[in-house]
């Protein structure tokens, strides 16, 4: 993949933070989820790509999320013999428009937008349900073992960083299945943040020693998980996932979808192999991203753009002025131009 689709991609995360950070604290997250859809719509007509979402939110039926199987980008548009179409690359595209909804309905911190770029058929076509995970930077690559205790993988990320179980911090979702996890790391004398949403985010900062997350622990969705394998790959860190069906309808679902083994545990390159690209854009105010920012007629961005291929990792501050924009419309409350 071309390496200048990673800054082409991180367009489609601004639109999609600038038009949800337009309700943030207005208590509608479907209202916010559903405007970061639209804008990441928008936007990706401009990428000169032949896209395919396999990581989406949902089915074709519920409609204007972006659904798995949809496809996007320029080249599916193009005309003309069947060469031009090959001057668009073939890529399988993971996205969550608004990781955090709620932290945007209340404006809490950490809501974030990302996109996840593969060679075609290099993403795990993960099923809608959760998945088991623990995450790493890199300097805790290798350590860890989702089959083994949460304590035996502190004392091993301790071990790999030179320092104390106390002085390590675990990042864990806010859930009433997690009360036991919680229990057991405070037992073993690590810290813990705990996030009302947005295990995607909370993976990426243990690759970030300035967010002073070591790992992440607990059950999210397995589509995040993809998308945190990804960003990780890119990074250097790790993660680990064991899916954890809820039904037999979700299990019976997966299987359609090529998966064999219920208890397999999946590692980073299983769930995001080959050439990887990553982009996130900062809704809210977070400890890894800024929000977005409104001044006038434009509004200031912050976002982070990483490769696999080169293990470049990039932070683009961005002032967008809506008037100067064609591409953002819709941004502007006018109508779409002729």
């Given at each position: 993949m071309d390496r200048?689709?990673?800054?082409?991609?991180?367009?489609?995360?601004?639109?999609?933070?600038?038009?949800?950070?337009?309700?943030?604290?207005?208590?509608?997250?479907?209202?916010?989820?559903?405007a970061a859809v639209e804008a990441m719509r928008h936007t990706f007509d401009i990428l000169p790509i032949r896209g395919t979402v396999v990581i989406?939110?949902?089915?074709?039926?519920?409609a204007p999320m972006l659904y798995i199987g949809e496809k996007v980008g320029q080249g599916w548009r193009a005309v003309g013999p069947e060469q031009d179409q090959e001057k668009y690359p073939k890529v399988d595209i993971a996205v969550d428009p608004l990781e955090g909804t709620n932290l945007c309905a209340t404006g809490a911190p950490d809501a974030i937008s990302v996109i996840a770029?593969?060679?075609?058929?290099?993403?795990?076509?993960?099923?809608?349900?959760?998945?088991?995970?623990?995450?790493?930077?890199?300097?805790?690559?290798?350590?860890?073992?989702?089959?083994?205790?949460?304590?035996?993988?502190?004392?091993?990320?301790?071990?790999?960083?030179?320092?104390?179980?106390?002085?390590?911090?675990?990042?864990?979702?806010e859930r009433p299945r997690h009360q036991e996890l919680i229990a057991e790391v405070r037992k073993a004398g690590a810290r813990i943040r705990l996030?009302?949403?947005?295990?995607?985010?909370?993976?990426?900062?243990?690759?970030?020693?300035?967010?002073?997350?070591?790992?992440?622990?607990?059950?999210g969705g397995a589509p995040e998980g993809v998308l945190a394998a990804a960003a990780l790959r890119c990074t250097n860190?790790?993660?680990?996932?064991?899916?954890?069906?809820?039904?037999?309808?979700?299990?019976?679902?997966?299987?359609?979808?090529?998966?064999?083994?219920?208890?397999?545990?999946?590692?980073?390159?299983?769930?995001?192999?080959?050439?990887?690209?990553f982009a996130a854009t900062g809704v809210t105010n977070g400890a890894y991203l800024g929000g977005v920012h409104f001044s006038g007629t434009g509004a200031r961005t912050s976002s982070i753009v990483m490769r696999s291929k080169s293990g470049t990792v990039r932070r683009i501050e961005a002032q967008h002025f809506f008037?100067?924009?064609?591409?953002?419309?819709?941004?502007?409350?006018?109508?779409?131009?002729?």
């Open positions: 200048n689709l990673a800054l082409e991609a991180v367009r489609v995360t601004e639109a999609a933070a600038l038009a949800s950070a337009r309700l943030m604290g207005r208590g509608d997250g479907k209202a916010a989820d559903q989406g939110e949902g089915e074709r039926d519920e770029l593969a060679q075609d058929g290099k993403f795990l076509n993960a099923p809608d349900t959760y998945m088991q995970k623990i995450a790493v930077g890199a300097a805790a690559r290798g350590a860890i073992d989702i089959l083994k205790s949460p304590t035996w993988n502190l004392s091993a990320v301790a071990e790999a960083k030179r320092a104390r179980v106390q002085d390590l911090t675990a990042i864990i979702l996030i009302q949403d947005g295990d995607v985010a909370g993976a990426i900062a243990t690759a970030d020693a300035d967010t002073g997350v070591d790992i992440l622990l607990g059950t860190g790790e993660i680990q996932g064991i899916l954890r069906f809820r039904s037999n309808e979700e299990w019976e679902r997966a299987q359609r979808m090529g998966i064999a083994d219920a208890d397999r545990v999946y590692k980073t390159e299983d769930l995001a192999q080959g050439e990887v690209m008037d100067r924009k064609p591409n953002y419309w819709w941004l502007t409350g006018k109508d779409e131009p002729k």
